[in-house]
């Protein structure tokens, strides 16, 4: 069984940061990461990459998140975090943590809302 804790959503200003955490167990099995990573959806919207960082800690970045954002893991506690900067309003998202086992599927997190507002 797999289970993702995300954490750290919430309003903040524009200009202001958060971080997100999503920390990842398995049970019942031993497993091998391959990546994690965030996505976010707004509604009417297709779910997009934010950030995903490999097992091997090669790291991707949507195009409007690059510079501002940083994604970072702790293999240790299977964590991954994600350092949010510059905050915009359309930054206003529902963000979901993403975990890719290696040869046992892919998993999503239950969603953290990220409002970016004055």
């Known amino acids: 069984q797999v289970r993702l804790v995300e954490s750290g959503g919430g309003l903040v200003q524009p200009g202001g940061s958060l971080r997100l955490s999503c920390a990842a167990s398995?049970?019942?099995?031993?497993?091998?990461?391959?990546?994690m990573g965030w996505y976010r959806q707004t509604p009417g919207k297709e779910r997009e990459l934010v950030a995903r960082i490999t097992a091997g800690g090669i790291t991707n970045y949507g195009d409007s998140v690059k510079g501002r954002f940083t994604i970072s893991r702790d293999n240790a506690k299977n964590t991954v975090y994600l350092q949010m900067g510059s905050l915009k309003p359309e930054d206003t998202a529902v963000y979901y943590c993403?975990?890719?086992?290696?040869?046992?599927?892919?998993?999503w997190g239950q969603g953290t809302q990220v409002t970016v507002s004055s």
């Open positions: 398995v049970s019942g099995s031993i497993f091998s990461i391959n990546s």
């Open positions: 993403r975990l890719v086992l290696v040869s046992a599927g892919m998993y």
